[in-house]
């Protein structure tokens, strides 16, 4: 149906009475398209405006607009590409500076349960996750009450469930986003949001994205000062189990925000200690990349923690067999960068724990022990091959 009102000039002017009942009758008998033009012009115009600027632009009818744009969303969400206009269009009503009234009228009619199921319907499309997504954060950041309704209305394990399933990254980034401010609201969000993201990391067909988003969360958690007592730390090691970079970089941030709790450090270290075993021996090549790349990662952090937190660390590692570790990934002379971390991480060691030394020179003889603590770290090291022997097969004390 033709529409009456110039597209461009149609809110550019405030309404008066008359105009606005004019606005309201095209929208009951538009079509698809003619609505679509009138929310454009409307975010066009009132974005960024309060809701008292909106409210006299509109003759005092934003209230009657909210409605029609709410009904036409959970109309047919799933049968046209509008949704994500709509929901901008909410977006604007109901985040504008003292839009609470706004924000309370399109909770009254179910707009959280409308959101929530948009999110997680698999017809919709990406695009119209991602704002509803935005729109659930956004009413989150409007104040602690209107958190515990969308927390209330199951809001926690809907949007997890939409990031679990998730194809898009930009999708799993607003999924985070949101349960990180829906997390916010309390203890009890807090830990169920934590344990979470800590169950999707573990499944082996999560994907790479998936498991980095979870990270991202997780760290976040803890960087805003929350370290719960009952987090199963054992399931971050999961992250490390690829030679993917990104994926092992968050697990290695997530893993030092940790370990600034004493109690969180002796149980990382330790079973970095039992990795470090496990996956110590030679190897053969180039082969066995994952197992590669993760004991560069689990040297390379425990040199962070040798340097930044020694007397813990320390106290952590002692009785165990990190010095016969390093000494196999030493003997690595065809994976120089396993080579490189396991020489730094030896040099912090012994810095922080010099009665590590005699163990050293009794199983290396006093030649190698003063190359590998002297060793410049930029450089390869060079070995010939008694020495290469004898660091595959050296028995050393326990630390």
Not at 13 to 29: F, H
Not at 71 to 95: D, E, F, G, K, S
Not at 251 to 267: H, M, N, P, V
């Amino acid at each position: 149906m033709a529409s009456f009102y110039k597209p461009k000039a149609r809110f550019q002017d405030a309404l008066n009475k008359a105009a606005l009942q004019s606005l309201l009758n095209e929208w009951d008998k538009a079509s698809t398209s003619v609505r679509s033009t009138i929310l454009k012009d409307f975010c066009n115009v009132y974005v960024g405006r309060t809701a008292l600027e909106i409210d006299d632009g509109l003759a005092r009818g934003g209230s009657l607009l909210l409605t029609r744009i709410g009904a036409w969303l959970r109309l047919t969400y799933l049968m046209n590409n509008a949704a994500p206009l709509q929901m901008a269009a909410i977006t604007v009503l109901v985040t504008a500076t003292g839009g609470h009234r706004f924000l309370v009228e399109f909770l009254e009619v179910g707009g959280v349960l409308t959101l929530l199921e948009v999110i997680n319907t698999h017809q919709t499309s990406a695009e119209s996750k991602v704002v509803a997504l935005q729109l659930l954060m956004r009413i989150a950041m409007s104040g602690r009450r209107y958190k515990d309704v969308v927390c209330a209305s199951e809001g926690i394990p809907y949007v997890a469930s939409c990031m679990s399933k998730a194809h898009h990254v930009s999708v799993l980034v607003a999924a985070r986003d949101c349960l990180f401010e829906l997390a916010l609201s309390g203890e009890a969000n807090r830990h169920q949001v934590s344990s979470l993201w800590l169950d999707m990391l573990a499944p082996p067909a999560a994907s790479v994205a998936l498991r980095r988003a979870c990270a991202q969360g997780l760290c976040r958690l803890l960087q805003d000062g929350v370290l719960p007592s009952a987090w199963q730390h054992d399931a971050i090691f999961v992250l490390f189990d690829t030679a993917d970079v990104g994926m092992q970089f968050e697990g290695t941030e997530l893993l030092k925000t940790l370990a600034k709790s004493d109690s969180f450090l002796s149980r990382i270290v330790g079973q970095m200690v039992v990795n470090l075993q496990t996956t110590g021996a030679p190897l053969p090549g180039a082969e066995n990349d994952i197992a590669v790349s993760k004991m560069a990662a689990f040297t390379r952090l425990l040199t962070h923690l040798l340097t930044e937190r020694a007397e813990p660390t320390l106290k952590a590692l002692q009785g165990s067999s990190i010095l016969v570790s390093l000494a196999r990934m030493l003997s690595q002379i065809l994976r120089p960068d396993m080579q490189a971390q396991a020489l730094a991480t030896l040099q912090a060691l012994l810095v922080v724990a010099p009665t590590a030394e005699p163990y050293l020179v009794l199983a290396l003889g006093v030649a190698l022990t003063s190359k590998l603590q002297t060793w410049p770290q930029s450089m390869s090291l060079a070995l010939d091959a008694l020495q290469t022997e004898l660091l595959a097969t050296a028995v050393i004390p326990l630390l």
